[in-house]
């Protein structure tokens, strides 16, 4: 799988670059109000309803995700190991999050999302992706 990219891989890259994007937006929305930017809450009213009062002290934390989901994806398409652990972190950290959420009785948003991050970290463990991040041996002489 090292010279191969199939379309799961491609989509994983993808998938952290689109979340870089979304959390640098809620982020940046959260920070400094009034733009025009602050439209795209009406695809998430009840969030922002939340998150709103805090501003900055949610704000600068999504920027930071943001950062950590791009660092991830770029080392994710360079199939750097630090990007395949990065991804494994980030994608764990949202099943415990997920979790959470059932136990305060958010049981279909929480164990939608337990299933769906639960399958995507299912397929990060199996051995031909991780070992597409794992550099090749030099060969001995």
């Not at 989901?69 to 994608?91: N, P, Q, S």
């Amino acid at each position: 799988m090292r010279g191969k990219s199939p379309w799961a891989m491609t989509g994983i890259g993808v998938f952290l670059f689109f979340g870089s994007v979304m959390a640098s937006l809620a982020g940046a929305t959260l920070i400094w109000r009034g733009t025009l930017l602050d439209h795209m809450w009406t695809l998430n009213a009840p969030a922002y309803k939340q998150l709103s009062p805090l501003g900055k002290t949610v704000g600068i934390p999504f920027l930071v995700l943001s950062a950590t989901l791009a660092a991830a994806g770029v080392g994710w398409f360079g199939r750097r190991l630090w990007g395949w652990r990065l991804a494994v972190v980030i994608i764990a950290t949202q099943v415990l999050g997920d979790l959470v959420s059932i136990l305060l009785g958010h049981f279909v948003r929480g164990a939608t999302g337990v299933t769906i991050a639960g399958a995507l970290l299912f397929y990060l463990f199996r051995p031909e992706v991780r070992d597409a991040f794992i550099p090749p041996r030099a060969i001995e002489r």
